[in-house]
C-alpha cells in the first residue's frame, strides 16, 4: 500500500516539517521512514533542549484540531494526513514537561464588569464568538494564538 511505501519502503517521502518552539518557527526535512525516537532525539537537539523533560508535538489536522503525537502510531497518522491532503509542509508545536506554558506568564484577564447592585453584565460584555478559521490560518500561528483561540472557543 502507498503507507507501507511512505513507512517502509526505500528513503520514504521526504516532510517539510515546521516547527514552533520558544516563540520562533524553524523548518527541518524529515522522511517518514525516521522513527519516531528519532525525530524526537532531532527535534531536541534542533532546539537545544536536550535536557529537558519529555517532549510533546502537536499539529493541527484538516478539520481544525489539536492532535498530539505520543507516539510511533500517531506520528504514521500525521505522516497519512500529510500525504493525503497533499500539504506542502505540517507545522508541529512543541513543548517540554515542566516547561513554564506561555499562558500562564501572561496577565490574568480583567474581571467581567458589574452593575452597582453586583449583578455581571454579561451581554455588554461577553466576547464575540471567532469566526472559524481555514487550516492553512491555523498553520500560521504559534502555540500561545492557538491556545488562548481555543479558550475562547
Same mark, same amino acid.
Given at each position: 500500500?502507498?503507507?507501507?511505501? #511512505?513507512?517502509?519502503?526505500?528513503?520514504?517521502?521526504?516532510?517539510?516539517? =515546521?516547527?514552533?518552539?520558544?516563540? /520562533? $518557527?524553524?523548518?527541518?526535512?524529515? *522522511?517518514?521512514?525516521? =522513527?519516531? %525516537?528519532? @525525530?524526537?532525539?532531532?527535534?531536541?537537539?534542533?532546539?537545544?533542549?536536550?535536557? =529537558?523533560?519529555?517532549?510533546?508535538?502537536?499539529?493541527?489536522?484538516?478539520?481544525?484540531?489539536? +492532535? $498530539? @503525537?505520543?507516539?510511533?502510531?500517531?506520528?504514521?497518522?500525521?505522516?497519512?494526513?500529510?500525504? %493525503?491532503?497533499? #500539504?506542502?509542509? @505540517?507545522?508541529?508545536?512543541?513543548?517540554? /514537561?515542566?516547561? /513554564?506554558? /506561555?499562558?500562564? =506568564?501572561?496577565?490574568?484577564?480583567?474581571? +467581567?464588569?458589574?452593575?452597582?447592585?453586583?449583578?455581571?453584565?454579561?451581554?455588554?460584555?461577553? *466576547?464575540?464568538?471567532?469566526?472559524?478559521?481555514?487550516?492553512? $490560518?491555523? #498553520?500560521? #500561528?504559534?502555540?500561545?494564538?492557538? %491556545?488562548?483561540?481555543?479558550?475562547?472557543?
Amino acid at each position: 500500500s502507498r503507507l507501507d511505501q #511512505m513507512t517502509h519502503g526505500g528513503d520514504g517521502v521526504p516532510v517539510r516539517l =515546521k516547527y514552533h518552539y520558544n516563540n /520562533e $518557527t524553524r523548518v527541518v526535512t524529515v *522522511r517518514t521512514t525516521n =522513527k519516531y %525516537e528519532d @525525530i524526537v532525539q532531532q527535534l531536541r537537539n534542533l532546539t537545544a533542549a536536550v535536557d =529537558k523533560g519529555k517532549l510533546i508535538m502537536k499539529y493541527y489536522d484538516g478539520d481544525g484540531d489539536l +492532535i $498530539t @503525537i505520543h507516539d510511533a502510531n500517531d506520528l504514521l497518522e500525521c505522516w497519512n494526513h500529510y500525504q %493525503e491532503t497533499k #500539504m506542502t509542509s @505540517i507545522k508541529f508545536f512543541l513543548e517540554f /514537561e515542566g516547561d /513554564e506554558k /506561555e499562558s500562564q =506568564k501572561q496577565p490574568a484577564l480583567p474581571p +467581567i464588569p458589574t452593575s452597582p447592585n453586583g449583578v455581571t453584565h454579561l451581554l455588554n460584555s461577553a *466576547r464575540s464568538t471567532p469566526t472559524p478559521l481555514s487550516p492553512t $490560518t491555523l #498553520m500560521k #500561528m504559534s502555540l500561545p494564538e492557538l %491556545e488562548e483561540r481555543q479558550h475562547t472557543l
